[in-house]
């Protein structure tokens, strides 16, 4: 059974971190002042300056050394995670599971930050000369990180950041900072040097804290008024930003129905709707919308929700009260606005039951912003290209998902919607963990995906002899 943890950082705030289920307390943090980021910030650049010429075989062996590490501990981890954040033990383990590919995909691609040599005398009366391209680490990244994917998301930030030669300081959320402490812990048990990759805790001010310090790259997961004001703080720092999406998911008179609907419910209720690229609005088209509800509500009845540490549970609870509270105003909203409550549609203080709406209105609550929870808002439609532009004239363009096995659909999904990634036959919540994510518009800035950041995380040198 997993025990309360308590985490040191300083002696300026303590923090209470509470399992959102029952209310019991998971463990404490202490919150770092800013001149304590400050002088971890000094710390982990001081742990660069002799890292930046470690060799790909060293940082490949450092991450494998690690993931092994995570293996070792790997149901602790998960229910550190289902505990503080509120995710089924049986989603926990998975994000156990993943953050560990995630650290070895790093280490495989630390060994591909190939170069490239060009020839400068490529137009008549150039240099006879040749130009050596190579990537080097950018030095310090700062790396804050969420509350739905407290492990993995920031793997996808360390392991490339170290893949690369960088040192990382990162803030987790402090809605859940304990698998990121833990994972610290677990870093200097595999070995890593001490300073490298540092943990400081806190709100806000922790985050701006950061942001302001000597750091040379920030990446940033989390929402687009935060990301605009860290954007703004950090001045020139270049930055990575994952912020969001309101993701689309179309099925098509040709889709496999009953996929469809597994996908949609899969990627709807996973952590409790509480995912940045979680089916947010779901266009049926009219030939099939009446016999897909109904194959959507039979599944949606079956969903179990409840207690997340139970083997048992399909889908947990919302983070906090306030985020409950949040989503039944705009499900109350919406319904007052004309639309259809076909299931669901209550909370128990953080556990809200699977919820399906109708007759959505485009500009609803529930999808005028991204909504984090476990709301089904369906929006019916007959023209794909209509659709599509409903969809381009949001704010938002992460991933779309795709239902239909028409080529010539596809081509037209895939060509016209201004989004970062489209899934065909799959949800707009698919990810691979060395496949570049991230969108444009209101979703951010850069993407995220192994490969793509190292690469991102890297600063390129040209040297022309």
Known sequence: MMQTQRVTVSAHKAAVVRNPFDGSLVGEVVEAAPAEISAAVLRARGAGHDFRHSTPAERRAMLNALAAEIASDAENLARIISSEMGKTIREARNEVRRAQNTLKLSGDAATFLDGEV??????????????????????VIGAITPFNYPLNLLCHKLGPAIAAGNAVVAKPSPKAPLAAARLRELALKAGWPDHLFQIVQGGAEAALALVSAQIDLLSFTGGPAAGLALKNASGLVRCLMELGGNDPLFVLPDADLDKAVATTIGHRFEIAGQSCAAVKKLYLHRDIEKTFTEKLLAAVDAVEFGDPSRDDTDMGTVIDLAAAQTVAERVEATLASGARLLHGGTHDGTLFAPTVISDVAPHAPVIADETFGPIIAIRSFTDAGEAIAEV??????????????????????????IVGGVMINEGPDFRAEHVPFGGV????????????????????KVVID
């Open 441 to 460: 518009k209101r979703s951010g800035l850069g993407r995220e995906g192994v490969r793509i950041a190292l690469r991102e995380m890297s600063e390129p």
């Open 118 to 139: 060009l020839n400068c005398a490529i137009v008549e009366g150039g240099a006879r000369r040749q130009a050596m391209v190579t990537y080097e680490p950018v030095g």
């Open 392 to 417: 381009n004239a949001g704010a938002y363009g992460l991933q779309a998902g795709v239902f239909t096995n028409d080529h010539a659909l596809i081509k037209r999904f895939s060509r016209d919607l």
